[in-house]
């Protein structure tokens, strides 16, 4: 980067870590708040409060903007009661876009297209999503020209470098996204153009940027041919990622959170994978993201790396080495084993080829399909068998029995909550029976059928069942089985009663089933004996589940920050656990209970049943620096035994415990938490906390 790159990029990143989260999207919700009175009178049409939005908003800017699209902020006007203003519009987001098709023919095309189907079609319904289209496509429009105007003007009134960077960014929007991108710069702006009006104009979270790599190659190699330089087109990237970060302000998962409709937004990429038929398909443009990360290294857009190392050396070899230096900011996917589970799935190998993840570690079919999360707590189902929460404890003598009464209990919630996690789509109905969702323009068969995603629009409901706490109920099963089965040192309803009165009584039990009892997570027969046939069991449940035609459930372990919501209400658990405290994260050990090492640690995860499910993960955190080769290494044995992900942080105690002394000399440090980076000094008190328990290695 040029010392003018330099310059912007840190005055950007200043900005944002100085941003105040207290602040909402101004003009939006002023327009909102005028828009939710005239409902007195009128309802306005979902496309129409769209395009009065993009018609009325300013086109901000940052002095240091390098890519036009962000939103006048400031703090709420006290007396608005709802902010954002989900009483007017809402959205669940969580999607990709098409944006392949946007780049290639444009919003005009795309429009012009669906209104030619519609007439085709000739029924009421394709004419009004036909109408809401051209509605809404000119309000993008509008609010394209008005910011290429504005760009002009800063231009005119600038010299030098910042005269030539208004003036690329006044004549991409004098074009896209209306029209099909021309070069790199273009196709980046346009991407981030449509992606900053559904995150923050419709509004929504967790918007996915799809396979970027895959869609915007031919214009890096166009311009790599037209005689731009590497360095020049990184600096470019590089400044395209920045723009996420100003989403969702500096408290992006914990509160204080913006009271804005993006808030706590993770906006995936994913890089990378093989096709169908086993060829990679990374690419010049994989590269150059990956570079151009190290350069912006900040916490989103959240960069996936689907790797087989066999296969694709080479691109597995850049991205150990990019994770050497971004740490945090990066995971890696075991490709071959995700997209094996889609296929048997019934996903075609060709659409499964094509999976891309999104916010928070969910699998997904890229532009195609709507996704959903289902977040259950495994560790409750086991208590509940047990009697632990009251009623009758089981007549029964071995681990054996014990996992087949967890497995009833997994499948009478599956069949209790089914009909309400289907419910959860709902909210897209509604949605499109009100005109109309931004997103139907973009994605699956929408523009083809003219129809609504839940009218007809998508052909697949993908539901990713994540099962919270797999460490806790394993080791759980181990002390009952060594305690009561094995060494008969109590009855059952001896220990169920203990862990009903939390212990109380028992300190020398409670350490010993803390401290000395075999724990998952150290590659140790004893401690490792039930992982597998215990998370089967659960799976097994899923899988025999009659779901509605066109949903495709996949399991996996990984519990985003609902190992704490869920702990906070439970009894005691078998393993030690005392009530009120969290179970354990994704698929790692409870925290402290790993003794031996990464290698161990990684050998009794891949015990898990990992290759029935496409998605959830792993943290690692290291004390000291890591190198390419270490974390090549790591990832290459785990992916060989079954292991279907990797991620880490490195950081040591003593630092952790300084940001907490000092929070203002740490304020870029950023963690891994779930399935994503955050700023440690912005995570809530008991997530720092939960970060130094971590076992370091």
Request: glycine share 6%; aromatic share 10%.
């Amino acid at each position: 980067m040029t010392q003018t790159d330099l310059r912007l990029m840190d005055a950007l990143k200043e900005r944002y870590l100085t941003s105040d989260n207290l602040c909402c999207y101004y003009e939006r919700e002023a327009i909102l708040e005028r828009l939710s009175k005239a409902y007195i009178i009128r309802r306005p049409g979902y496309a129409e409060i769209i395009a009065t939005m993009l018609k009325e908003l300013s086109p901000a800017f940052f002095d240091e903007d390098v890519f036009a699209g962000r939103m006048v902020e400031a703090h709420p006007d006290p007396s608005w009661t709802n902010v954002p203003h989900t009483n007017v519009i809402d959205n669940p987001g969580h999607i990709h876009l098409r944006y392949n098709d946007i780049l290639t023919l444009g919003v005009r095309t795309i429009v012009e297209n669906i209104e030619k189907r519609a007439s085709e079609l000739g029924d009421v319904e394709s004419k009004m999503f036909a109408v809401n289209s051209r509605i809404i496509y000119e309000g993008i429009e509008n609010f394209a020209r008005r910011y290429s105007q504005a760009a002009k003007e800063r231009a005119d009134a600038s010299e030098g470098e910042a005269k030539e960077r208004f003036g690329r960014i006044a004549r991409a929007l004098s074009v896209v996204p209306m029209e099909p991108a021309y070069d790199l710069f273009s196709a980046l702006q346009s991407v981030w153009f449509i992606h900053f009006i559904a995150s923050c104009v419709v509004g929504a979270r967790d918007y996915g940027f799809g396979r970027p790599d895959q869609y915007l190659n031919r214009f890096y190699e166009k311009d790599l041919a037209d005689g731009k330089t590497q360095d020049e087109l990184d600096a470019i990237i590089a400044f395209f990622l920045v723009m996420p970060n100003f989403m969702c302000g500096i408290g992006m998962y914990n509160p204080p959170m913006k009271a804005i409709p993006s808030r706590a937004s993770k906006q995936y990429m994913t890089l990378g994978g093989l096709d169908e038929n086993g060829r990679p398909m990374s690419n010049a443009m994989s590269y150059a993201i990956l570079r151009a990360e190290e350069i912006s290294n900040m916490p989103e857009p959240v960069i996936v790396n689907r790797v087989n190392e066999e296969a694709d050396p080479d691109f597995a070899a850049q991205v150990y080495s990019t994770i050497s230096k971004v740490t945090d900011k990066m995971h890696i996917y075991n490709d071959r084993l995700v997209f094996n589970t889609l296929v048997k799935k019934g996903i075609p190998p060709e659409i499964a080829a094509d999976h891309t993840f999104s916010g928070c570690c969910c699998v997904d079919l890229n532009w195609r399909l709507i996704r959903n999360e289902w977040y259950l707590p495994m560790p409750q189902w086991l208590n509940n068998v047990l009697g632990v929460n009251g009623g009758d404890v089981p007549d029964i003598n071995s681990a054996e029995e014990l996992i087949a009464l967890f497995k009833a209990e997994a499948r009478k919630t599956f069949e209790n909550d089914l009909r309400l996690t289907v419910g959860n789509f709902t909210i897209w109905r509604v949605l499109d029976r009100l005109g109309h969702t931004f997103d139907g323009m973009f994605m699956g068969n929408c523009a083809e059928t003219c129809r609504y995603p839940l009218e007809g629009g998508v052909d697949r409901h993908l539901v990713n069942v994540y099962l919270c706490g797999a460490a806790t109920v394993i080791d759980s099963i181990t002390a009952v089985d060594k305690l009561v089965f094995k060494e008969k040192r109590c009855t059952l309803p001896q220990f169920v009663e203990i862990l009903r009165n939390n212990f109380e009584g028992e300190p020398l039990l409670w350490a010993e089933l803390k401290n000395r009892f075999p724990k998952f997570g150290n590659d140790d027969e004893d401690g490792d004996r039930y992982a597998n046939a215990a998370m089967s069991a659960v799976l097994d449940a899923i899988e025999e589940m009659q779901w509605p035609e066109n949903y495709v459930p996949i399991g996996s372990f990984y519990s985003l920050n609902h190992h704490n919501n869920f702990g906070w209400a439970m009894e005691a658990t078998p393993d030690g656990r005392k009530r009120g405290e969290a179970f354990s994260e994704n698929q790692s050990p409870v925290y402290g209970a790993d003794k031996k090492g990464v290698t161990a640690l990684l050998k009794s995860v891949a015990k898990l049943p990992l290759t029935r499910t496409a998605s959830g993960g792993i943290n690692l955190t290291f004390s000291n620096p890591v190198t390419p080769e270490m974390i090549g290494a790591i990832t290459k044995g785990y992916f060989d035994i079954g292991g279907i992900h990797t991620a880490l942080t490195v950081v040591d105690r003593a630092t952790l415990e300084a940001a907490l002394a000092n929070p203002q000399a740490y304020r870029t440090l950023t963690v891994r938490l779930f399935g994503f980076s955050e700023y440690f000094i912005n995570v809530a008190k008991w997530q720092q906390q939960e970060i130094i328990e971590r076992t370091k290695l």
